[in-house]
């Protein structure tokens, strides 16, 4: 069974920095993509970076792009994503997902068929 379970979120001052893990288990393969996505009250669930094994690349939204950084520690099965510079537009619910059995890879959110139960980042003065 995939599960993936986000910690790391809380309450930051805009300027702060956090950093978001997501612990990966139940699958196993060669390709896969995993993402971060995040959804603020009212609007759509966004993807804001993600990491595809199909080409060892690893994408950002323009909006995180210098702030945010994407990385992956094999040996314990954990992703994170590391926020500095954080913004008050930068407040969401932030999800970790994965998806599984396609060689290609995807960052659309459309596409991802694990997600985790998400956890909150809160940026306020």
């Known amino acids: 069974q995939v599960q993936l379970v986000e910690s790391g979120g809380g309450l930051v001052q805009p300027g702060g920095s956090l950093r978001l893990s997501c612990d990966v288990s139940?699958?196993?393969?060669?390709?896969?993509?995993i993402g971060w996505f995040r959804q603020a009250p009212g609007k759509e669930r966004e993807g804001v970076s993600c990491?595809?094994?199909?080409?060892?690349?690893?994408y950002y939204a323009d909006s995180v792009k210098g702030r945010f950084t994407f990385s992956r520690d094999n040996a314990k099965n954990t992703v994170y994503l590391q926020m500095n510079s954080l913004e008050l537009e930068d407040t969401a619910v932030y999800y970790c997902?994965?998806?599984?059995?396609?060689?290609?890879?995807?960052?659309?959110?459309?596409?991802?068929?694990?997600w985790g139960q998400g956890t909150q980042v809160t940026v306020s003065s």
């Open positions: 990491f595809k094994t199909s080409n060892g690349n690893t």
């Open positions: 997902a994965a998806l599984l059995g396609t060689s290609s890879g995807s960052c659309l959110r459309r596409d991802y068929n694990y």
């Open positions: 139940g699958f196993t393969g060669r390709y896969y993509s």
